[in-house]
């Protein structure tokens, strides 16, 4: 049993139940649905503003970190699995998928007939060359860890079997990261990342990291009811005020991010539309919990209890959000602790915690940027003034945006973040959380975490796994080293020449990355 692209997703209850009650004969893939929407046109150069992006970006997917790099990964790439526009996971080169029992193996179909830009026609030995480009004890990709669970894969025809240590049954979720593009596989077995070639819809004509790319359909484009302008011009435009003026008078049709203290110019500008999306987006400041004071929970507790959350959502958001409670699970997800104390404003409990730690006072510094986060350094002023009420001196060190998330994120031990979060509570804990992992920001370890992190990742109990993630959160939110004061909504904004589908999706901003081969001239 197999599906075409466009048909409706199961749900991830649907994928745990299918792994459990059906066995080792459950196909998993999607079943038929229509979403009614206006007939699209094809022509026309798309021009797009993006906030984000930098000099030293990289062609590697293991790379891939900010919304540049992922708008262009999704534009000239394909993946096995695609989240769709309503959350749900449809095919995309994976025809369909079944699973054992245990939710330790996997079989994907590969589609036939998918060409790269260069030709090469897509087989199984891609797929295995391209994941594994991810793992190995020399790898150094962002998506290691959610790949490291693979122990081996195997070729059958046009089909891929994929073998984990243990049950993962949001495997198939997993293998639409954005990290984790089907490239071609050369003679070696293995990738060249360095490649521009892809199997998505557009093809790269021009790149220049940080500043822009220029696109052009790929006429091969398997998904015939997608990809429908010419060329699309990506423009790196870091200034808020620049890129809305290049919105306002024409230069571009769509800006990823809008600046939430003028957006209301933008409502009020004839032939604009603005676009708020409410998904799993967040702004966080980590602390690097190696390093003094931050080692000590006692001063990461009283920094929690120093900031002003609904201050933040207001003056930072504009209300385009809601608030944060130090760890990264949104309310719309399938397990988020609703039961969780949500932490507020406290100055006597912040200097609680200072004494806690043998502390009277404590001065520290904070490095912060707006590629950080839009607003992240007016929200650093709002903190230092917060905080002072708690007998925290901050101090607010403004950094140049260029370069921000090689010279500082990860480098300085008390920073800015933003995530577009993840489809699945283990998905996001295992990227940015679990011991040892790349992107665990903060450099944390909790055994009792980490236990719950592979013990919750294959059990198939639904209320057990719930638990488990509810703990995990509340072990995030109170020892863990992150402040995250509010989930953002992605707010960006549009010329009206511009058409959609009438769902526009969450998981990302730019409609799940995929703006590219979704969006039309109407």
């Known amino acids: ?11 991830r209850r649907g994928i745990l139940k299918g792994a459990t009650a059906l066995g080792a004969a459950a196909m998993i893939a999607p079943l038929g649905a229509t979403r009614a929407r206006a007939m699209p046109k094809k022509g026309g150069t798309l021009r797009v503003g993006m906030a984000h992006g930098s000099t030293t970006d990289s062609l590697d997917p293991g790379s891939w970190e900010n919304d540049t790099m992922i708008f262009q990964a999704h534009t000239r790439n394909n993946y096995m699995t695609e989240i769709a526009p309503d959350g749900s996971l449809i095919p995309e080169l994976a025809e369909g998928w079944e699973a054992s029992a245990d939710a330790k193996t996997w079989t994907f179909k590969i589609r036939d007939g998918v060409s790269f830009h260069s030709g090469h026609m897509l087989v199984a030995a891609d797929v295995i060359a391209s994941l594994n480009h991810h793992r190995g004890e020399d790898s150094t990709s962002a998506a290691k860890p959610i790949v490291a669970d693979i122990v081996d894969m195997q070729a059958d025809g046009m089909n891929v079997v994929i073998t984990l240590a ?6 198939p979720f997993v293998l639409s990261d954005y990290h984790l593009p089907i490239l071609p596989a050369q003679a070696d077995g293995t990738i060249d990342p360095t490649t521009t070639d892809g199997c998505g819809p557009y093809k790269i004509d021009n790149l220049e990291f940080g500043v822009r790319a220029d696109y052009s359909r790929h006429d091969g484009y398997w998904k015939k009811d997608r990809a429908h302008f010419d060329k699309i011009e990506q423009i790196v435009i870091y200034d808020n005020a620049a890129r809305q003026n290049a919105l306002i008078s ?3 049709d769509y800006i990823d991010s809008a600046d939430l203290n003028t957006v209301h110019l933008l409502k009020r500008a004839p032939g604009i539309n603005v676009l708020s999306i409410t998904g799993t987006q967040h702004y966080g400041l980590p602390m690097d919990t190696r390093a003094a004071p931050f080692s000590d929970n006692n001063v990461r507790q009283a920094l929690k209890y120093a900031i002003d959350r609904q201050q933040m959502v207001d003056t930072i958001l504009n209300g385009y959000g809601s608030l944060g409670n130090d760890h990264p699970i949104g309310p719309g997800q399938r397990f988020f602790n609703s039961d969780l ?14 004494k806690e730690a043998g502390l009277d006072s404590l001065a520290v510094d904070i490095h912060l940027a707006d590629a950080a986060f839009s607003g992240a350094t007016d929200a650093g002023i709002l903190f230092s003034e917060s905080a002072s009420a708690g007998g925290i001196n901050l101090n607010v060190v403004r950094e140049p945006n260029d370069g921000y998330w090689s010279n500082v994120w990860m480098q300085k031990p008390f920073a800015g973040t933003y995530w577009g979060g993840r489809p699945t509570e283990d998905w996001m804990f295992a990227t940015a959380y679990a011991e040892g992992v790349p992107w665990n920001e903060t450099y944390w370890s909790h055994t009792r975490f980490n236990e719950l992190l592979v013990s919750a990742r294959s059990e198939l109990d639904e209320g057990l796994r719930r638990e488990q993630y509810h703990e995990m959160q509340a072990i995030v939110s109170n020892e863990g ?11 960006g904004a549009y010329s009206d020449a511009l058409g959609h589908d009438e769902t526009v999706a969450s998981n990302w901003r730019n409609d799940g990355q995929r703006l590219a081969e979704r969006w039309w001239f109407a």
């Open 250 to 252: 024409g230069e571009v």
């Open 341 to 354: 104390e949500q932490k507020s404003y406290d100055p006597d409990k912040a200097k609680f915690y200072l």
């Open 166 to 171: 243990n049950g993962n049954a949001d495997f």
């Open 1 to 11: 049993m197999s599906a075409d692209y466009g048909s409706r997703g199961i749900s």
């Open 481 to 491: 080293g992150i402040i995250i004061p509010m989930f953002a909504s992605y707010v």
